[in-house]
């Protein structure tokens, strides 16, 4: 088995921590049908494949049950879109904004003080349930 680089080993490990964080801050709810508990997936407004600027923005990552990830959100991408920039049309501006910006080439360093960042946050979502 191939060994990761120590990048490649941050990024999984911000992968994981941002859709937690994101799972945490909606309260484990899933945002299209409300669903609470269950397998809930960290899902992506903006993919990954668009760039990865918002990669690990958890403004970028909503709480959908395995139901509503696989069906809605996967299965009618633009009727996914169209609701979610209704529901949360904050959110929605926000990520227009930073996806015409364009990707982001992320420094080791700056990694590091993201990973940080997500842990604290995580942590305060925690002590604040």
């Known amino acids: 088995m191939k060994k990761l680089s120590p990048r490649r080993k941050l990024e999984k490990a911000l992968d994981k921590l941002s859709k ?21 997936h960290g899902s992506h407004v903006i993919p990954v494949s668009a760039g990865k600027r918002l990669r ?3 403004m970028n990552i909503k709480c959908l049950c395995a139901y509503c990830h696989r069906r809605f959100w996967h299965s009618s991408p633009m009727e996914a879109c169209k609701w979610f920039s209704e529901v949360f049309p ?5 990520l227009q904004r930073e996806k015409a910006k364009g990707s982001k080439k992320w420094s080791i360093e700056e990694l590091e003080l993201l990973k940080d960042w997500l842990e604290d946050y995580l942590e305060e979502l925690d002590i604040s349930n």
């Open 20 to 40: 937690d964080c994101a799972k945490a801050r909606d309260k484990y709810i899933c945002q299209k049908c409300g669903k609470v508990g269950g397998q809930m």
């Open 56 to 58: 690990w923005d958890i």
């Open 90 to 94: 904050e959110r929605w501006e926000y």
